[in-house]
Structure formats: structure tokens, C-alpha cells
């Protein structure tokens, strides 16, 4: 079936280096999505804020402006690769797409710093073709708190009154809810009162690397009971690697211990594709052959069909 990836930031910096997703010279470009086997990628509208801002910009955005920036280059770039990739708003959409020999694009958004608590905002992502939104990044907002080294105290604190209103909103909207950067107090409000299944897009198993973005155990299970997946990230600081490496190996010791604790149905791929510093062994999204190659040694043929695009494709039907 092919890859679908749940995360990366390639649309950030197609814009402020002014690049085409055709040859971009990073981890993802049209070319690495054909050679690597991609089905669909979930390209991340991230927004930064705060010093995050003036690192990528040198100035700090209001983020509602950002978001619409940003979503205008997203367009330019599908429009300028309509002949190999396709927006999907649907799972149907990307095995229609499939059909016809395309590759499926996802809009999705890391930080929900731009709804700035205004429900009308929200239902213009949605019709803005934006599936799946990341409540949190590294900054509280309207929804709640993040889950960061640098923001311990706020692990406790869960969602805000608008967060509560918001899943039921993303709920009838068929938006995913993403719990990746989430407060952990957070995460278990999302899996009390979301009646549909969320994901940790870009998330880790923190009994392999003790790290306040990773998921415990029991989050897994959780995540699991509710229907939903995480997507194994590719950041050395979340598999547990050393010198700056993200090996292959590390990648898939973390697959095989979210299906240990909550089974095959719960893992997928969550890259964080340029959005990581480390080094890849496998360098760029043209070696995710190797992390297949790797995977077969531990799982079945099915098994790599449903971490690789299965699961995906189940919780977005779901919604």
C-alpha cells in the first residue's frame, strides 16, 4: 500500500526559503516521496511562536496571519505538483488518488495558537481542508498546556475550558485531534471525552527514553483503547540514540514496544521530517526502504502493511 507519514514541517520552510517541494533539498521532496514509497504525507502547517518565531524569521507573526501564509504557499505547492500529489481530504480521497497513480497530500496543524479560542477559526481550518490539528506545541495557548523539558509544572495542568469545547467541535468537524506536545493531564482529557479516535502524531516510547514528549505506558494503552496510533518519531532525543543519530534500529525497537504494550493496531510512522537536527542514517524520506527492510525481520507482511498505512487510514475512515 505505501507509506503514509503523520508529520513533517517541509511547508515552513518551503516558504521562508522561497524552495519547491519538486527539489527541495531537505528530507522530503517529490522525488524522496517516489523513491521512498510514500502513499500519503501529512504536511504540517507549523506555527511558530514566541523565540520560535524570530529564530525561522527573525520576527514574531501574529498567528492567525501565519496560519493563512502559510496554507496560501501549502496551495501554491500542490497546485505546482498537481501531476504527482494530490490534497486528500478523505481516506477515500487517498486510495482514489492511489488509483491514479498520485501521491496524497494531508493538511494538518502543529500548534493550535492560531484559534486563539474562536470557534468560527476552527471551522475555517476545517474548510480550509485541514484534517488533523496538534492542540499544543511548546507554548500554552487556548487549548491547555505543552508536554516539554522546559514546561515540567505544566504536565499536570490539562485542558482549558475552550480545549473541552473544542474536541466536541474537531469531533463534528472530522478533524483528528493530535496529543503529540500535549500536557500529559491533557492527553488523558482527550482520551476521556473525544468520542472518536485521536493520535500522538510524532511521538516516542518514553520506557525506552525517559523524555517528557515520549508516552508512558500507559498512555499507549490508553491511546490504544481509544482507537488511536502513534507515529514513531525520527528525533534522536526521543528514540534514545547517542551522537546525533537517528538509527534505523532505534526506530523500530520503538515500534515493537508500543505493539508489545498496546498491540499492532496502535504504531505508525510520525517522521517529524524537517523538523528534526539530528542525523539519519537512512538520510532522508528516499531510505525509508531500509526501515521496511528492518521491520521485516520482527513483523509480518501485514503487520508493515498496517503500521505503514493501515492504522492511519482506519482512524481517519473513523472520523
Known sequence: MGIIDLHC??????????????????????????????????????????????????????????????????????????????PALSAQDILSNRQQGLLSSILTVED??????????????????????????NYENCFGYPNSPDSDAHTKLGLKPFGFEAIEQMNRLGMIIDVSHLSEKGFYDVAKHSRKPFVASHSCCRALKDH?????????????????????????????????????????RHMRLVVEKAGIDTVAFGSDFDGIESRLEFQDYSGMPRILAAMEKHFTDDEIDKISSGNFLRVFSAQ
Open 9 to 86: 514541517d517541509t511547508i515552513l520552510y518551503c516558504f521562508s526559503d522561497r524552495k519547491s517541494l519538486k527539489d527541495f533539498y531537505g528530507h522530503i521532496s517529490l522525488k524522496k516521496l517516489i523513491s521512498g514509497g510514500a502513499l500519503a504525507q501529512c504536511f504540517a502547517l507549523f506555527i511558530p511562536t514566541h523565540d520560535a518565531a524570530v529564530r525561522h524569521f527573525g520576527k514574531e507573526w501574529e498567528p492567525w496571519e501565519l496560519y493563512q501564509t502559510l496554507l496560501q504557499c501549502y496551495r501554491e505547492q500542490m497546485a505546482a505538483c498537481s501531476d504527482v500529489i494530490r
Open 112 to 137: 493550535g495558537v492560531a484559534v486563539d479560542g474562536q470557534h468560527e477559526r476552527l471551522k475555517q481550518m476545517a474548510a480550509d481542508g485541514v484534517r488533523m490539528l496538534a492542540l499544543t506545541w
Open 212 to 252: 517528557p514528549r515520549n508516552l508512558t505506558d500507559d498512555q499507549l494503552r490508553t491511546l490504544a483503547d481509544a482507537g488511536g496510533v502513534v507515529g514513531i518519531n525520527f528525533y534522536d532525543v526521543f528514540l534514545g540514540d547517542s551522537n546525533g543519530l537517528t538509527t534505523v534500529d532505534a526506530i523500530v
